[in-house]
């Protein structure tokens, strides 16, 4: 049985509550409500194979954003004493603990993390060691502009982002990113490309432009909302992407950018626009 993998399995069992599957070695329940329609006794199902609230192995017909060894964003969806919970698309969320942070995310953060199996044989998620597997072969040229997310600060030589997330990219430690998060997405332009493929970016000038632009069809958006928009930054992304386009991380920037400026107040979950005497 592979933990954390999609897998064919053979039904070798019905019970009232669904059917076992197994591998020819070892058996696992895929419950009633996830089993196809007429199936038999012998019939292959493709399933995700994991762990429930009780660490017990099961099965599902879903599929998760991520397997074993993957890597991609997913969002938190809960954080407590013992680290954060991440929706990857199954019942039961994805653990990741606080040891396996590089800083610590808040609920509804976008974040970039791979699945591992830590040493209690259950599937985690971790926010370390996504430098290794960033591919090092971007198709860009110096002063591209792209998106590039943020997934580790602290380092001497500048803070890592992966682009697109998928290669491998850095911001210099001398440009200010104070205002910052893990998981923000900027828009950076390349400076420099490394004979290792990696890249070199900026978030300077043009990551300005793009917040400032940003920023105004934002209250454009508001006013033909009657000047009163129907939910803040804590809105989930695929809301925040179809009313406005833009992704979670820039929204929240533009929504920043327009508060400081007094343009706007946030009040009961709602953003309204200041009226002008």
């Known amino acids: 049985m592979k933990l954390g993998e999609i897998q064919s399995l053979s039904i070798e069992k019905k019970v009232e509550f669904g059917v076992y599957l197994t591998d ?5 329940l895929l419950p009633k409500k996830q089993v ?37 964003v997913l969002t938190v969806s809960q954080i407590n004493k013992v680290g954060a919970f991440l929706d990857w698309g199954l019942e039961k969320d994805l653990f990741l603990p606080f040891k396996e942070m590089t800083r610590k995310p808040e609920e509804g953060d976008e974040i970039l993390v791979r699945v591992y199996i830590d040493k209690s044989k259950r599937l985690c998620a971790s926010m370390k060691g996504l430098y290794e597997m960033l591919s090092t072969k971007p198709p860009y040229q110096v002063g591209d ?16 982002v992966a ?8 911001i210099p430690r001398h440009e200010d990113v104070s205002k910052y998060r893990i998981g923000d997405v900027l828009m950076v332009r390349v400076t ?14 043009k990551a300005y432009v793009q917040m400032d632009e940003d920023a105004e069809a934002l209250l454009d958006l508001i006013d033909s909302y009657a000047g009163v928009l129907p939910f803040t930054e804590k ?8 009313e406005t386009g ?6 929240k920037r533009a929504v920043g950018r327009l508060y400081k400026e007094r343009k ?7 953003i309204r626009a200041v009226v002008e005497d």
């Open 24 to 28: 020819g070695s070892e058996k696992v």
């Open 235 to 242: 809105a989930s992304p695929e809301v925040i992407k179809r």
């Open 246 to 251: 833009l992704s979670k991380a820039a929204f």
């Open 36 to 72: 196809p329609e007429g199936v038999a006794i012998g019939d292959s199902i493709k399933v995700f194979v994991y762990k429930d609230s009780k660490d017990r192995l099961i099965a599902t017909t879903n599929t998760p954003k991520l397997t074993l060894g993957q890597m991609g």
């Open 145 to 160: 502009e792209v998106e590039a997310r943020i997934y580790e600060f602290g380092h001497d030589f500048g803070t890592f």
């Open 264 to 270: 706007i107040t946030l009040e009961g979950g709602k």
């Open 163 to 170: 682009i697109e997330d998928k290669y491998s990219a850095m």
């Open 192 to 205: 420099g490309i490394k004979e290792d493929g990696k890249c070199d970016v900026t978030i300077r000038d």
